[in-house]
């Protein structure tokens, strides 16, 4: 009887969402004014920034950028906090079986360019698609890749937490810098430089760097704990 | 003017950051610098109150975009009001934990201070942002603290209440996101003001199922009646002064974000019965539930809901003496839940169930604790000497001026619950003889400070509400022109 209640209410729910979102009209003309055409035209005249996507992440909406790499950093302080285990109580890796020969060779061999593709990503945010979440989260998958073949490969919990804050602290700085100099936190300080540039679009690309490095390191630092995690 | 509003966010986010190195040298700092910064964001927070009554609103935008383009906090009498309420609460609630039972040796209490600095933060963000998807972040960050101190003391039990948060609260954003988006498709702009600028234009379906949308996420942090299953929970297993946090902080952040929703955003000004309803629903099952608990922390979670009902009902009324009305008790219940809640913890401090029996026959032996938890208790009923009565009075006035007779006989009936419940644990305290096995746990000096700090100003703004009706007057008559707040923020020039 209680399930039925939940199927008829969700598949109502369902309904009215399909009902909605339809009508909606994705990606056609359907509103005259809004702030679009200010992002478009403020990332390339004014921010000198051809990935508009990033120009709005790091610049136009920065704010909710600090936001969100809090978020991970609570998420992975949070879980650091809840799964703690004193130091001599680190058990194994739950690993089922080892990794063979030709895992642990590959592994060790696609380490390299899974952090150097990531390492590209998070540089050249502000010029192509990616940025620094997407750039972090596949350095993140290398540092897995290794956790999960070597069952004694370690990663230093103290140079995770280094990494984290002090790009943490290369964010905020740079963003009370802005504050500072031109009065409005995050505004740009350093000079716009030539679109499709690698130094262009200012502060936006270092800030893109900074992101990449912490979600690196905190969805490292995340992966680690877990992993550890005893039952 | 010590500075701007931006730092009321910055600043905290630089310090989490540096927390953990500054930790690695100097244990200490950990618990110190949180404090440091709620005592700053204070300081800022008083003189910003300050600076605005002459200027007016303080709106300040972000990375120099101008709204609606960029984001942009607002620092307005109603909003410095909630953000100064809050501040004060914070910094109350980490003197109160200063001395915690795991010292700073054990590193999940490292983490406890941090958590709850950014707990703040992320309300004072929710208060202060002009934004609604900035709101959502901040709302974000405000759950995920929330679930980490929730689940701080790593048992079965707070496990099971902080997943019961994290799961409601996954839903409450998974929904409120879908409101901001079906606003953006139809409005191209996240900006409150020009939202509340443009709202017209939306059509009434779409205009219905985001408000559904925005009640309903917003309504699961607020605690609003059929939303409320994850706060008693919480209320129950998270650490004491946790418990004076949620009830003081976050529900008024959530609070504040429906209102500015119905009354800004929406402009439901013809169509606040709503608010009565689910307000007095809200109260009426929070107090009879409250009523039958057998566990102290329990209980008090129950009254913080059935005052956030009540509180509801006052913005339901709709008029300025309404808004007076639940702006003062909104800040009437900061203060009288958090005494309670810290004087309680300390009440049943030894006894791993917290029940209400355990009280018995504190009175001979924590005399101090235990008048301050009277004190609260008698607050809360609305008792004639004590802060609570006036803010009762205020939402009595405010119906009676709206003729509401009806609502005036089920706050006055449904108080007499209340009354019976708190003078229950009263008689317990003062009136039966303690157990053998019941140790009593002295309170720590910095807790009894914050405590009998809480208890003074109960009493004083019990025999001079004149202090504090200014600001409240103030802050009533700023959320009801819509108009100037939109004024404020879309012609700003800087």
């Not at chain 1, 969402?17 to 004014?46: N, R, W």
């Not at chain 2, 409320?228 to 946790?242: F, L, R």
């Not at chain 2, 929406?266 to 689910?278: E, K, N, P, R």
């Not at chain 2, 604790?369 to 009075?393: E, M, Q, R, V």
């Amino acid at each position: 009887m209680k399930k039925a209640i939940i199927l008829i209410s969700l598949t109502i729910l369902g309904v009215y969402l399909i009902d909605i979102f339809t009508g909606i009209g994705f990606g056609t003309q359907h509103f005259a004014s809004g702030v679009k055409d200010a992002y478009l035209i403020g990332s390339k005249e004014t921010l000198k920034v051809s990935n508009v996507v990033t120009s709005i992440v790091v610049n136009f909406r920065g704010f909710d950028t600090l936001g969100e790499v809090t978020v991970l950093f609570l998420a992975s302080m949070a879980l650091g906090g809840i799964l703690y285990k004193k130091r001599h109580d680190v058990g194994e890796r739950s690993v089922l079986f080892p990794s063979t020969r030709i895992v642990m060779s590959g592994a060790k061999l696609l380490f390299p360019s899974i952090v150097l593709l990531g390492a590209y990503v998070f540089i050249h945010g502000h010029l192509s698609p990616g940025g620094g979440f997407q750039g972090g989260t596949i350095i993140a998958t290398g540092f897995l890749l290794m956790l999960i073949t070597y069952r004694n490969y370690s990663v230093s919990h103290n140079r995770l937490s280094y990494v984290e804050s002090f790009a943490g602290i290369l964010f905020i700085g740079l963003g009370l810098a802005g504050y500072f100099i031109n009065n409005s936190f995050l505004a740009n300080i350093f000079p716009a430089g030539k679109l499709n540039d690698l130094f262009s679009g200012g502060v936006i690309g270092i800030i893109y760097v900074a992101v990449g490095f912490k979600v690196a390191a905190e969805l490292t630092g995340i992966i680690y704990t877990v992993l550890h995690e005893k039952d | 003017m010590v500075g701007t509003p931006v730092l009321f966010i910055v600043i905290p986010l630089l310090a989490a950051f540096i927390i953990p190195l500054t930790g690695m040298v100097w244990k200490n700092s950990v618990r110190i610098i949180p404090g440091l910064v709620l005592s700053y964001m204070l300081a800022l927070s008083v003189s910003l109150m300050w600076h605005i009554t002459e200027t007016g609103t303080v709106v300040e935008v972000i990375a120099g975009w101008k709204p609606p383009i960029g984001i942009n906090l607002v620092f307005s009498p109603f909003s410095g009001f909630l953000a100064t309420l809050m501040i004060f609460l914070g910094l109350l609630v980490w003197a109160y934990s200063y001395k915690f039972k795991r010292n700073v040796d054990s590193e999940p209490a490292l983490k406890y201070f941090i958590l709850l600095m950014l707990l703040v933060t992320g309300s004072v963000g929710i208060v202060l942002t002009g934004d609604i998807f900035n709101m959502f972040v901040f709302i974000e960050i405000v759950g995920i603290s929330g679930y980490g101190l929730t689940s701080f003391y790593t048992r079965r039990d707070s496990a099971e209440a902080a997943f019961k948060y994290l799961f409601m609260g996954s839903i409450a954003s998974t929904f409120l996101l879908l409101a901001i988006m079906i606003i953006y498709s139809q409005l191209g702009t996240l900006n409150i003001a020009e939202i509340a600028d443009k709202m017209p234009m939306m059509s009434n379906k779409l205009k219905v199922i985001s408000l559904i949308f925005f009640i309903l996420a917003i309504g699961i942090e607020a605690e609003i009646f059929p939303l409320n299953g994850w706060a008693p929970d919480v209320y129950t297993q998270a650490p004491g002064p946790i418990g004076a946090a949620f009830a003081g902080i976050v529900v008024k952040s959530a609070i504040y974000a429906s209102v500015r929703l119905v009354y800004t955003m929406f402009d439901l000004s013809g169509a606040l019965d709503l608010f009565i309803v689910i307000g007095l629903i809200t109260f009426i099952v929070a107090e009879t539930t409250a009523l039958r608990q057998e566990r102290l922390k329990r209980m008090l979670a129950y009254s913080s809901i059935g005052q956030m009902g009540l509180v509801m009902v006052a913005f339901g009324i709709g008029t300025k003496e309404g808004i007076f009305a639940a702006l003062f008790l909104i800040f009437n219940h900061a203060i009288i839940k958090s005494l309670l809640f810290f004087s309680g913890s300390y009440l049943v401090y030894n006894k791993k169930n917290k029940f209400i029996k355990h009280v018995n026959g504190m009175g001979k032996y924590l005399p101090i604790t235990s008048i301050l938890f009277t004190i609260g208790a008698f607050a809360i009923i609305g008792l004639p000497p004590f802060a609570g009565f006036w803010s009762k009075l205020a939402i009595l006035t405010a119906a009676a001026d709206s003729k509401m007779l009806m609502l005036i006989a089920i706050i006055l009936t449904v108080s007499i619950l209340e009354a019976v419940y708190y003078l229950r644990v009263i008689n317990r305290i003062y009136f039966f003889p303690k157990k053998k096995s019941t140790e009593a746990k002295k309170p720590t000096l910095n807790a009894l400070i914050v405590m009998i700090s809480l208890g003074i100003i109960i009493m004083v703004i019990g025999f001079y509400p004149d202090l504090i009706t200014g600001i409240i007057d103030r802050a009533a008559t700023d959320l009801m022109d819509k108009t100037g707040y939109i004024k404020d923020i879309l012609t700003i020039n800087n």
